[in-house]
């Protein structure tokens, strides 16, 4: 979690960087794509880890942004910067809930008494299951085996049964 705060520091930089220089505006299909538009929508990316809230809120098309995810490797390595970094955030934010709890007011008669602090134990439990997959991971039986030989003998019984009742059925 110390790399978030130098993948942040580095993300606002390049923000920076994007809205001070002129960054080539991008055409695909007359979508334009100039570096203020992706300043915004990097920067609303990163806060709420939404690509379509986002994108509409800095007025970029979703397939625009797609496109240049595909289609440009500066832009592709940009966005996969600020994926990365909203991910973070929502780690952190579930680390906190689960293990630091969030205070929740408590009323009493409806007049505020007090706050008590809740843990989300469900994130506490997926923060394990993925930091420890070892010992909290899902557990898979893969031992399990198939007789194939056995299956062929039963199946060719199972069929001469069927064919020698028929054949009982038509002699009656």
Do not use: C
């Not at 110390?2 to 930089?13: F, H, I, P, T, V």
């Not at 570096?35 to 994108?55: E, M």
């Not at 293990?99 to 994130?123: C, F, M, N, T, W």
């Not at 899902?138 to 007789?147: A, C, G, M, N, S």
């Amino acid at each position: 979690m110390e790399n978030q705060g130098k993948d942040k520091s580095a993300l606002e930089r390049l923000l920076q960087v994007l809205q001070d220089k002129e960054y080539p505006v991008k055409r695909w299909k007359g979508r334009a794509l100039t570096g203020r538009k992706l300043a915004i929508f990097l920067d609303l990316y990163v806060q709420t880890g939404n690509l379509s809230k986002a994108a509409k809120k800095a007025k970029i098309d979703r397939g625009t942004l797609y496109f240049y995810v595909k289609h440009d490797p500066e832009f592709a390595a940009i966005f996969d910067a600020a994926r990365a970094i909203a991910l973070l955030e929502l780690e952190t934010e579930a680390f906190r809930r689960a293990v630091h709890g969030v205070l929740e007011p408590v009323y009493q008669r409806g007049e505020l008494a007090g706050h008590i602090r809740k843990y989300d134990s469900s994130l506490l439990m997926f923060l394990m299951k993925n930091l420890m997959k070892d010992r909290f991971g899902e557990k898979v039986d893969i031992t399990q085996h198939h007789d194939f030989v056995n299956a062929r003998e039963e199946v060719e019984k199972a069929l001469k049964r069927i064919v020698g009742r028929r054949r009982n059925e038509d002699d009656e």
